[in-house]
């Protein structure tokens, strides 16, 4: 596929919502011609005094551009759009940054075939204040040609990862890595509410709680390492010791009257490690309870 990079490649955006503007808004101080599109006409008012082009209709908006980023509600949303418009598609890359799971994006890649073009799956990591900056990562996955042909003018987004053909990828990674922000935030918010029970400000504890998650975040590398190999020795502590710790947080949380639901979850989980033999193991064995669907414990 060639490298339309070269010059300032023309982009058309569809879907106007707040994270649409912002990849709109983004192409358009990176210099592209930059055409949108969205239900709502009123939404494009502000991108088209910055310069955009409002499409008369979403065939026009496709047909405007080579490159062809869609940000609606969901994947059905997007079809109901696209897959009317026939062979419009014919010789673009249709970029898709809608949120979803693995396996509708699979199935996407297959609907979208027959409207021609090449499909890129995406996910976005990011708030749209943040899109156009170098805080914004954006996950595609699909066909590397297409990827690298639209590399540069997808940076104007913010920091692309290209993870590989499957086009599953960007969304397995986007569930993925929200659950591990949800964990730690969760973590964070049960700790402030304990914290509180005593008069303790979250504003107070934040910053002891950050230095936490960021020892934390360094023990991530040797933790994927022991999972990839499969053998988690107890280099720092056994499974065993933080079950009593865990136990712990159970009980003052019940004490104090906080919410002891995720601690007590949590401990359920560790209990069915030690169960399973993982007692003497590291923390890092009790992937082994992550793999494991829901149905088959105990």
């Known amino acids: ?38 239900r709502t006409a009123a939404k494009a008012e502000d991108l088209v005094a910055q310069g955009a082009t409002l499409a008369g209709s979403v065939g026009d908006a496709v047909a405007a551009s080579p490159l062809v980023v869609v940000c609606v509600s969901n994947y059905e949303a997007m079809h109901e759009l696209l897959d009317p418009l026939g062979g419009v598609l014919d010789g673009r890359v249709l970029v898709n940054l809608t949120s979803g799971t693995s396996r509708v994006a699979r199935e996407t890649a297959q609907r979208a075939a027959p409207l021609g073009g090449t499909y890129l799956d995406g996910a976005i990591m990011a708030i749209p204040q943040a899109i156009g900056t170098a805080d914004a990562v954006i996950l595609y996955s699909g066909p590397q040609a297409a990827f690298d042909s639209y590399e540069s003018t997808l940076r104007s987004l913010g920091a692309g990862t290209y993870l590989g053909a499957d086009h599953g990828l960007s969304s397995l990674y986007d569930v993925a890595l929200l659950g591990v922000m949800w964990s730690v935030l969760n973590g964070f918010l049960q700790g402030a509410a304990l914290a509180g029970t005593a008069g303790v400000d979250a504003t107070t504890f934040a910053p002891i709680a950050n230095t936490v998650i960021r020892t934390v975040t360094d023990w991530v590398p040797g933790y994927a390492r022991q999972i990839d190999e499969g053998a988690y020795p107890a280099d720092d502590s056994t499974i065993d010791t933080h079950l009593g710790a865990m136990a712990h947080l159970v009980h003052e949380s019940e004490f104090l009257g906080v919410n002891a639901d995720l601690p007590r979850h949590i401990k359920a989980l560790t209990d069915q490690a030690v169960t399973d033999g993982h007692g003497g193991s590291g923390y890092a064995a009790m992937i082994e309870q992550f793999r494991r669907p829901s149905e088959a414990r105990g």
């Open 1 to 38: 596929m060639r490298n339309h990079d070269a010059g300032h490649t023309p982009v058309t955006v569809i879907g106007l919502g707040l994270m649409g503007q912002a990849l709109a808004g983004a192409f358009l101080r990176a210099g592209h011609p930059t055409t949108v599109w969205n």
